[in-house]
């Protein structure tokens, strides 16, 4: 299974510190923690205003592994550290079902990503069309269509995911987008504890 995130500063701190303390403290923890297969953020690096600080990627072979280690003494000690730098609430995650459109590196070898927000009425074959053309130019393209988990939901219905900064022309005009340039960071699979 695999799941987006989108997770928010403390009130009374800064993008900066919250994507600190997530590589350096909250990450690596995580990792030895929970049973992940892939785990990846992507910090946002424009869009002050846009309400969340990092989109976070997470694949679990078994979810329902996740939910027992959440409430026992895990989940305890994952709350309490994020209880450090995260405003937990206005945390928005979604299911993911991802599609790979190109092979190749996810990201510029800089990390830096593109993340498209795409929202609009029945936009799924619309999203998907225009996000195969987008593939025709680049590698390492994909998109999320996603189902939120929570209310208010997930700030986006599909995220398409392109390396680097890439041109992408005109945004299809039945499809609301928002552009969001990332520095993306993957914890290497052998830092991951399988449980």
Known sequence: MR?????????????????LYYEAQHAPLAATLFPFTNYARNHLLDAPDIGFDTISEFHVAD???????????????????EAQFMDAPRNRPAAAEQMP???????APDGLRTALLVNGEHMREDALAWARSLAGFSTGVSIDFLTPWSDPAFPAKAVIWLPGEPQIGAVPPMLEVTRLKVR??????DQLTAR
């Open 101 to 107: 459109l190109s092979p190749g590196p996810v990201a």
């Open 184 to 189: 993306h960071y993957e914890t290497p699979a």
């Open 3 to 19: 799941s987006l995130c989108t997770l928010v500063h403390k009130p009374a701190s800064t993008r900066e510190a919250f994507q």
């Open 63 to 81: 979810p329902t592994a996740i939910a027992r280690l959440l409430e026992g003494p895990v989940g305890e000690t994952i709350r309490a550290d």
